[in-house]
């Protein structure tokens, strides 16, 4: 079964580069969450849809952030412009009926230099 | 906001010896789950747990939710190698948003064969 898949693996970019990455969640499941990595703050919840509509963005640093849901199989997680300290892990994942039973992607390291 | 206290932070441990790890927190929680995550990868959810003193087992893990709904542990016996890996405690605080998880900062375990 596949599960969470998430493009692309390794991104470097420059400040001030707009950045995409994509998750495509397991299919069947109705929530989607992205969350992002990093050794001072540990994991953080940065949004987080059901249904393809966003339920909490609390966790969205900054308006340089956002994120969609166009459909049950897509979303991502857009930041224009980059800056250094964006540089982190950002791991999708996905859950079903059982909300808190969160799967996730292998994740995607941004490096913005 | 809420917080995780996740203890030990690292543990250097033999192989075949038993592992306890542990996450409190001066807030309720609604549910508690146990993560592993392995270098380059996303966290793999092992136990969830959804009721006060519940109890439950994963091969050789075992995952305890609190009886004050403010802790849980995770042990691991006869620890292999493989067992290699952060540990992070996650929860779903009482009156949070559903599915917005608090992750603890991890427990970095080392197994020396």
């Known amino acids: 079964d596949a599960g969470v898949i998430q493009s692309p693996r390794h991104e470097v970019t420059e400040m001030g580069q707009e950045v995409t990455l994509r998750c495509k969640p397991i299919s069947g499941h109705n929530s989607l969450f992205w969350y992002r990595q990093t050794m001072m703050r540990g994991l953080e919840l940065l949004i987080y849809f059901n249904n393809n509509v966003p339920i909490d963005d609390s966790g969205m640093p900054e308006d340089r952030f956002s994120a969609k849901m166009p459909n049950a199989s897509f979303s991502t997680l857009k930041i224009q412009p980059s800056e250094p300290r964006d540089s982190a892990v950002y791991f999708c994942?996905?859950?079903?009926?059982?909300?808190?039973?969160?799967?996730f992607g292998p994740g995607t390291r941004l490096t913005v230099l | 906001g809420q917080q995780l206290n996740q203890s030990p932070q690292s543990m250097f441990i033999q192989e075949g010896e038993d592992v306890s790890m542990n996450c409190t927190s001066s807030s309720i929680f609604n549910t508690w789950l146990w993560y592993k995550q392995d270098p380059g990868e996303g966290p793999v959810l092992l136990i969830a747990?959804?009721?006060?003193?519940e109890l439950t087992s994963n091969g050789r893990l075992t995952a305890q939710f609190g009886i004050t709904r403010k802790d849980s542990f995770l042990n691991i016996s006869a620890s292999i190698p493989s067992d290699v890996g952060i540990y992070f405690c996650a929860g779903e605080p009482y009156g949070g948003s559903q599915g917005n998880l608090i992750f603890g900062k991890g427990t970095k375990l080392s197994v020396k064969p």
């Open positions: 994942a996905s859950s079903g009926d059982l909300y808190n039973e969160q799967f």
């Open positions: 747990l959804y009721k006060a003193g």
